[in-house]
């Protein structure tokens, strides 16, 4: 018989961080610390298997899941000493999600399940606190009325604002035992007027409603968009963990708390957290009240009033120090904790990795490895590739002399500058746009993931540094500075005030994530230094690689940054870059509308030294690094205006007719210029053209050798070739060219001569390809377009549908189809390798740095990968990931009881 129920507590578990994928994050990790003897209230977990099949089925459960839900929860009972629905001495439970991945926020909880109109007289009497027990029942009313019948969470909340209104009340701390139990039955009330029934008062069927709602929250818009933000599988659900509720809010002996075994913002060994007394979980992640300090340190690092946890329970804080220190160890990796302390006693009820910052993962990852819980393999395999970006961006200059508008909290390190905006569908709605902004709440919930997501960074009014929008930013690698209390916000009015100033909607500010600083106008930023933590992980990963990592670049100071990145070399120079500087772009066009042969060589005659320089240039900041150089490639109507303006404007400059511009224009216009006359077909008609490029690129590549000392690694490729037969009539023209150079020069410096493959058919014609080539460079980008048979400049409108329906697991231009074209690439490979072994092999589309892809390049051998200058530090990570992955070493470490490997 199948099993769906796993039990945990008292020192027993069934199941542990190895059943991730069975039970859940948050289920495996409370096994494992129950297993570990660590304090954590009994429950159990429904697999996520039973999410998967309620789903499927059409929300039926299976057979014997109720007998085995009855059996678990009688034994959580037995290990609690109460039971559940007893009116006298009440089991409450809360009943949360856990998804494999962690996804923090995005899915449903309740909590205090098991209240009713007895219970809650039962749980007054047994507490001593009939404050708490009516405090606890109008929460659960609340909760259990927004997420399992589906009422709006507002409408409860003007209920308890029009009770204190009309009682002359502020604060829900001056809410007596009587006013909790008249919100209560205000709570109850609303139910009926929203649903035509009364509150469910059957705690079976309190329990049975919100396991369905916290399975049904799998599918939830945020979850849905969180999913697919940070590619998460849709169909691996959710399981859902029933645990016996332990409270936070029983008095001033009573508290709860997130905390981190280290700083997720810089990845400082130390303790690190927040906490609020007498308050329940849900009080310190929603962000309603501010936090205070967990480590008296932390409580003067901010200047806080408030005592931080160290000072007022110095018995629970130590027992919870030790908790972090140990679990630390176990899982050798930084962690978020969630615990509560119930009347001086610790309970730990949340340990998953934590969301934390690039520079907090270097840092965490780069001391562990000192300390010898992780490998320096574990330490590079940890880290994720993409989360580098997040280094490459600028930061404030602390010398701007900028208008300070507020202070808030660093929540999430970074800067950046946008037009504000109020709402997340504001945000994203300027996206599409084109335009920065800056999201300004309150709050954040998990409802405005969307607009975070679209947003360049995160301002909040309320919340601390573990509030929603500090983790989620975190995650998102996004600036985030919470808990801004002195802005107040008019929605209506599209402002923000703070010190007597106003902000509308639409007016610039700069947030600097570090600081907490909210700034005035868009401020100057500095450029990062990458050095440090950064450096030293960089060292490991290219120790661990096999694969090359070039750039694609056309500029000396996009090359000069690449170098700085640690690139290896340049995979794609796109000449046709070089021709719109506004110096050359007039003689092209001068090329181009030449009636005759004499006039076309003449305006090339002018272009040569211009081409000469462009390439000297990036020769000698790629010294003794290769280079390759793509022919021209795009239609030659890409270079000529279309707007009247433009062509009256030109039409003046040349003393050209603008009716002759037009005329020449429409005829190279061509109705899908991305399939038409492009690339070797351009080379072909236009043989002077690769006269020119190809003596250009020799008399650079002898000037820059001999002033080196060094020759020159040179790579000449041809764009877009489809058969042996052109490529072998453009390496004639190409070989004539050289010969002139060797006329002119006395010799020519030695080159390789290679190939784009961007069409199906040049892939499969490979091995025929091979015999003239080489070298291979995969094209991705048009590849992926000639094989779908979709142009990516039209395709969004279309291509977003297909993603949200899951007709496409990804974006096909940012990450490699390996069914489709990634076939076409083996294929490709394993032919030209089979005429010519020795083929050097790389790509230059925009997938060289994209981590998925450089997996699957570096499983086919490929000799390099070519991203841009920004995207190398990228490149070298994943490549090593992809090394590492080979000898088993994934981000996921291994099984906390395994050594770590010496690699």
Same mark, same amino acid.
């Given at each position: ?167 002359? !009340? ?214 994720? +590739? ?26 999430? +390190? ?110 100057? !930023? ?378």
């Amino acid at each position: 018989m199948a099993k769906w129920v796993y039990a945990f507590g008292g020192g027993f578990a069934e199941g542990g961080l190895a059943d991730r994928d069975l039970i859940g994050g948050k289920g495996a990790g409370l096994a494992e610390m129950s297993a570990l003897g660590l304090p954590v209230p009994p429950g159990f977990t429904l697999s996520t298997e039973i999410g998967r099949l309620y789903l499927a089925s059409g929300h039926v459960f299976p057979d014997g899941l109720a007998d085995e839900v009855d059996g678990a929860l009688a034994a959580v009972g037995r290990i609690a000493g109460r039971r559940f629905g007893d009116a006298r001495d009440p089991l409450l439970v809360s009943v949360r999600s856990g998804a494999a991945v962690s996804m923090p926020g995005m899915m449903d909880t309740v909590l205090n399940l098991g209240l009713n109109d007895e219970t809650v007289e039962g749980l007054a009497r047994v507490s001593g606190d009939r404050r708490f027990a009516f405090d606890s029942y109008r929460r659960f009313i609340q909760m259990y009325g927004h997420v399992v019948l589906g009422l709006d969470h507002g409408l409860f909340e003007e209920k308890l604002e029009d009770y204190k209104l009309a009682r002359g !009340l502020v604060l829900d701390g001056e809410l007596a035992a009587e006013d909790w139990q008249a919100v209560s039955d205000l709570f109850k009330g609303l139910v009926i007027e929203e649903t035509d029934a009364a509150f469910p008062q059957a705690p079976t069927a309190q329990l049975w409603g919100a396991i369905r709602a916290v399975i049904s929250s799998w599918n939830n818009p945020r979850a849905v968009a969180y999913r697919r933000m940070n590619a998460i599988a849709g169909d691996a659900g959710t399981a859902v963990t029933v645990q016996a509720m332990v409270f936070g809010n029983l008095g001033e002996t009573s508290a709860t708390g997130v905390a981190f075994t280290r700083n997720p913002s810089t990845g400082e060994k130390i303790l690190w957290g927040e906490f609020l007394p007498n308050a329940q979980g849900e009080d310190v992640v929603a962000g309603t009240r501010t936090p205070q300090d967990l480590t008296e340190r932390a409580r003067q690092e901010t200047g806080s009033e408030a005592a931080s946890l160290e000072s007022l329970m110095p018995e629970a804080f130590a027992a919870f120090s030790a908790v972090a220190d140990r679990l630390e160890r176990h899982h050798r990796d930084m962690l978020d904790l969630e615990f509560t302390i119930e009347r001086g006693r610790l309970w730990m009820l949340q340990v998953r990795p934590a969301k934390r910052t690039i520079r907090a993962a270097l840092r965490s990852a780069v001391e562990m490895a000192g300390e010898g819980l992780i490998s320096r393999a574990e330490a590079v395999a940890r880290i994720e +590739p993409r989360t580098l970006d997040q280094l490459l961006h600028p930061t404030i200059d602390p010398e701007n002399g900028a208008d300070l508008f507020a202070r808030g909290l660093p929540a999430s +390190p970074g800067a950046a500058s946008g037009a504000v905006v109020f709402t997340p569908d504001e945000a994203e709605l300027a996206r599409t746009q084109g335009r920065k902004v800056i999201l300004v709440r309150v709050e954040t919930s998990p409802e405005d993931v969307h607009g975070m997501h679209a947003a360049r960074g995160i301002l909040t009014t309320r919340g601390g540094m573990t509030s929603h929008a500090a983790v989620v930013a975190r995650g998102m690698g996004k600036p985030c500075v919470s808990g801004a209390g002195g802005i107040r916000v008019d929605f209506k009015a599209g402002t923000m005030t703070a010190g007597g100033r106003t902000i509308r909607r639409g007016d610039t500010i700069t947030i600097d994530g570090g600081t907490g600083q909210v700034l005035i106008g868009a401020v100057p !930023l500095r450029e990062p230094e990458l050095s440090g933590d950064f450096a030293t992980l960089m060292r490991w990963a290219d120790d661990f690689r096999t694969l090359k990592i070039r750039t694609n670049v056309d500029t000396p100071a996009d090359a000069r940054a690449a170098r700085s990145f640690g690139a290896e070399g340049i995979g794609l120079c796109r000449t046709e870059h070089m021709f719109f500087d506004q110096r050359r772009i007039a003689v092209v066009r001068e090329m181009i509308l030449a009636e005759t042969p004499a006039a076309r060589a003449d305006a090339l005659a002018r272009l040569l030294p211009m081409q000469r320089t462009d390439f000297a240039s990036l020769f000698e900041i790629m010294s003794g690094l290769p280079v390759t150089v793509r022919l021209l490639d795009p239609p030659l109507h890409e270079f000529l205006p279309t707007g009247d303006a433009e062509i009256e404007e030109l039409s003046a400059a040349m003393g050209i007719p603008p009716a002759r511009i037009r005329a020449r224009s429409e005829a190279l216009a061509e109705a899908n210029p991305m399939l038409g006359h492009r690339g070797v077909r351009l080379a072909i008609s236009f043989p002077e053209i690769v006269e020119m490029q190809i003596r250009a690129i020799l008399e650079a590549a002898l000037d820059v050798g001999e002033a080196s000392g060094r020759p020159v690694e040179l790579e000449i490729m041809v764009p877009l070739v489809a058969s042996k037969a052109e490529l072998d009539l453009i390496y004639q023209r190409i070989r004539a060219a050289e010969a002139q150079v060797v006329r002119l020069h006395g010799r020519a410096p030695r080159y390789e001569l290679g190939t784009m493959i961007e069409l199906p058919r040049a892939a499969l014609a490979a091995g025929d390809l091979a015999r003239s080539a080489s070298f291979f460079s995969f094209g991705t980008n048009d590849l992926t377009q000639t094989t779908f048979g979709i142009s990516r400049d039209d395709a969004a409108p279309f291509l977003n549908a297909y993603l949200a329906l899951g007709l496409m697991p990804s974006d096909p231009f940012a990450t490699l189809d390996e069914t489709g074209v990634g076939e076409l690439i083996r294929i490709a490979t394993e032919r030209g390798r089979a005429v010519r072994p020795g083929l050097k092999i790389g790509v230059c589309g925009e997938h060289g740095g994209d981590p998925a892809s450089i997996r699957f390049f570096a499983g086919l051998d490929f000799d390099y990968v070519s991203c841009s200058p920004f995207r190398v530090p990228v490149a070298r990570l994943a490549a090593a990931q992809a090394a590492l992955a080979r000898a088993g070493i994934t981000g996921a470490g291994l099984p906390a009881s395994a050594e770590a490997p010496a690699v």
